[in-house]
């Protein structure tokens, strides 16, 4: 086994087998993520609160009702002997490095990393906005309008490039590694303690990247319980039903413990009040990671596409291309099939209307001259959901693509740049205009309790959602924001001395963040989002860039927000900070002696 360094840091592993790279992979990773991987391991365990305290009571109590740890164990259990030696060697490699890990703790660190990712909080918001305001009010919030945040992936023959947003968070949610043995040689982007590479890739002769498809694949029931001698049942399409009902102890550090009552029914576990969630991991015990061994092995588009038909969820929109110029554009995923209603708010459980098929919607894929991605709604996606991003996004990489535009350029193109007194001035106005609305008599009865966990606050917030929607809610009450904030603040501050790079620190992480203006906003390619009226800080963008160079593999090149490694004493902690935020990317090395040799410290027990 072999372990190297470029000049940021970022691993490149050769081993002799397949299993010799899952250890090697694992074993550096607990060096590199160790602190990370330790905290996402106990947030799919629900016991991050025994190590650092009572504010992540909230999240565990919400993993052990959604049972993300047993939902891990089940879909470990369902995988090919091969890939669950696979995911073994990968925990081996990880336990050596003195961290506790199970082969089935990557599948839960991947549920953490996608459960909250999907729709099902919204369908909490939508059921708010329908209580307090009517059924009328649901368009005012959607998201598909002429401001939304989102994901970025385009291909054209010989290249793919992007850039996929997602909260930031220090140390990153995306890890760079190159993974080399005798069946393959693939560099990309990985979900620290996740083995293999699983959104990006760069194989040699084909390469991926993904987008969220905006599918929805997330119902909550809405359950009627009662209690019998026999035990706890639930009113389903057929009648009364038993119920499965668990209590566990979450232990909080530097205070009392706390019990949980943990039910399931038919439909899945209860998570809120009296809220089931129904997923199709949960149902069939499958999270996908049946492709992960298959996409490393791929080098042609239809072998990638063919590795990802065994993928569940996340859904996703992704881009393929190869070295014969070939461009394919796929959907992967699954999807329930189920009356339309289940997609934009919880449903009663005992109608028969709302219960799932059998089966999956059938998904796209098919060649294209090009592709141009970003969450929008398209032929390939608009059938399996309703939360799609703004077109505009999409258009302006196309014309910028036309205009033959750089990766580097696309990536960064914005109408308000860091440096822009009048962006600073634009985005103010916006925010006084959101603060008026908060005010509003006609928006009152949504600032009521919506009754859900503060764990849910992020998307049944009313000042975030009024922001976030703000010209839909405008056009929806018929008002006028010039009428509202007649005119804007006077501001001698630029747009990135208020956009500020904001980044969620890992619980227990200490850390100085240089202070970093930012251009962008959420109608931008250059995704940087803020929520007007709330804050200007920007906490949500770019988790990472890539150019994936089919011709060259050499020529390619990629950053992410921070660095390689989760210490603070390191120094490729943010050596890559003044790079992302500049828009500048780091060379793919793909020659071994370009590589700095590194050595593993001993094994510990």
């Not at 990773?29 to 799919?44: K, M, W």
């Not at 303690?193 to 990247?209: D, L, N």
């Not at 009663?348 to 059938?362: D, I, L, M, N, V």
């Not at 963040?513 to 906003?521: A, D, H």
Request: charged share 20%.
């Amino acid at each position: 086994m072999e372990f190297f360094r470029d000049g940021y840091g970022i691993p490149h592993l050769r081993a002799g087998s397949v299993e010799e790279l899952a250890y090697l992979q694992g074993r550096v990773t607990a060096i590199d993520r160790g602190r990370q991987i330790e905290v996402e391991r106990l947030r799919s365990e629900g016991r991050l609160a025994s190590a650092a305290g009572s504010a992540e009571v909230g999240w565990d109590r919400f993993a052990r009702r959604a049972r993300l740890d047993d939902t891990a164990r089940r879909c470990f259990a369902t995988l090919s002997p091969e890939t669950q030696g696979f995911l073994s060697a990968y925990s081996d490699g990880v336990r050596a490095g003195g961290i506790e890990w199970h082969p089935w703790s990557s599948l839960g660190v991947f549920q953490v990393q996608h459960i909250l990712f999907g729709t099902f909080p919204n369908k909490m918001w939508r059921a708010h906005v329908e209580r307090t305001l009517g059924p009328s009010a649901l368009p005012w919030f959607a998201i598909e309008g002429p401001v939304s945040s989102g994901s970025n992936a385009w291909a054209v023959p010989g290249q793919i490039a992007g850039d996929p947003h997602r909260l930031l968070e220090l140390p990153g949610v995306y890890q760079q590694i190159r993974l080399a043995c005798p069946e393959f040689d693939v560099a990309g982007l990985t979900f620290p303690g996740v083995p293999g590479v699983q959104h990006f890739g760069h194989a040699g002769p084909v390469a991926w990247a993904i987008t969220n498809a905006m599918a929805d694949y997330q119902d909550l029931y809405v359950e009627e319980l009662r209690r019998t001698e026999a035990g706890v049942e639930a009113r389903g399409a057929a009648g009364w039903e038993p119920v499965v009902t668990l209590q566990e102890t979450i232990f909080v550090r530097d205070d009392d413990p706390i019990t949980v009552d943990i039910l399931e029914t038919p439909r899945g576990p209860i998570i809120d009040g009296n809220l089931s969630l129904r997923t199709p991991a949960r149902v069939s015990a499958d999270l996908g990671f049946d492709a992960l061994l298959p996409l490393l092995r791929a080098s042609t588009v239809d072998e990638v596409a063919d590795a990802l038909s065994h993928w569940v969820e996340p859904v996703n929109s992704v881009v393929i291309a190869d070295n014969t110029g070939r461009v394919v554009q796929l959907t992967a995923g699954r999807v329930p099939v189920r009356d339309d209603r289940n997609r934009w708010v919880p449903v009663p459980a005992w109608e028969p209307a709302y219960a799932w098929k059998s089966g999956f919607a059938p998904t796209a894929r098919f060649d294209a001259p090009s592709v141009v991605n970003a969450n929008d709604r398209r032929v390939d996606t608009e059938a399996h959901g309703i939360d799609f991003a703004s077109p505009a996004r999409a258009r302006r990489i196309r014309e910028l693509l036309d205009a033959g535009a750089p990766p580097e350029q696309i990536h960064m193109d914005t109408a308000l740049p860091a440096d822009s007194p009048e962006a600073a001035r634009h985005t103010a106005w916006r925010a006084a205009v959101a603060r008026a609305l908060w005010e509003h008599p006609a928006l009152a009865p949504l600032f009521t309790d919506s009754g859900h966990d503060p764990l849910f606050t992020p998307w049944t917030d009313p000042r975030g959602r009024i922001g976030i929607a703000l010209d839909g809610v405008l056009a929806g009450l018929g008002l006028d924001p010039h009428k509202l904030v007649p005119s804007a603040p006077e501001t001698t501050v630029s747009w990135g001395d208020r956009h500020l790079l904001h980044p969620l620190l890992l619980p227990g992480l200490e850390a100085e963040v240089p202070r970093t203006p930012l251009g962008g906003s959420a109608d931008c390619v250059l995704n940087t989002s803020s929520v007007p009226g709330v804050s200007d800080l920007c906490w949500r963008g770019p988790v990472a860039r890539y150019v994936w160079d089919l011709a060259d593999r050499q020529r390619s090149r990629w950053v992410v927000p921070f660095g390689a490694v989760d210490s603070p004493s390191s120094p490729h902690f943010l050596d890559q900070l003044p790079l992302w935020s500049s828009g500048s990317l780091v060379p793919l090395i793909t020659d071994w002696p370009l590589l700095t040799p590194t050595s593993l410290p001993e094994e510990l027990p």
